[in-house]
């Protein structure tokens, strides 16, 4: 069962291409691949396609038929914020066991957040609860 969560995540390469398509939209294998070679990542047309059927047998992606075009287009059926959802999710369950405290203490230990960052993001907290709870305020609770 552990390896079926491990294989629905993404891996690097489809994350890059997933952005491709929640930034455009449905695209076909080759605006992917023009995409991404913009962006200095040179792939071939058929490590692509190979890359987008993955994704589609993952789910992550749809497959669309346009009338009149034989270029199949293909969107992204789970969204950006999912996405990292579940990246972040594993990231800490592998590496922090699971504590965002843990996480949040070695980034500010490694000066990748900084005393005065963290005060902002502990500000935005406690304003998403504020406003949470006015939320709930007016919600329907029985």
């Known amino acids: 069962m552990a390896r079926k969560k491990a294989n629905d995540q993404l891996t690097p390469l489809e994350m890059e291409i997933m952005k491709v398509l929640w930034e455009s939209g ?38 669309i038929q346009v009338d009149g075009d034989r270029a199949l287009r293909y969107e992204a059926s789970v969204t950006q914020h999912s996405a990292v959802r579940q ?39 406690t304003e998403s609860k504020l406003s949470g709870e006015k939320g709930h305020d007016h919600g329907n609770r029985k």
């Open 87 to 125: 990246a972040i999710g594993d990231l800490l369950n592998r590496v922090f066991g699971g504590s965002a405290e843990s996480m949040v203490l070695s980034m500010v230990e490694s000066d990748l957040l900084t005393p005065e960052k963290l005060a902002e993001l502990n500000k935005a907290v």
């Open 26 to 63: 449905p695209a076909t294998v080759l605006s992917v691949s023009e995409r991404l070679a913009a962006d200095d990542r040179k792939l071939a047309y058929t490590t692509v396609q190979t890359m987008l059927n993955l994704l589609h047998k993952k789910n992550k992606v749809n497959r």
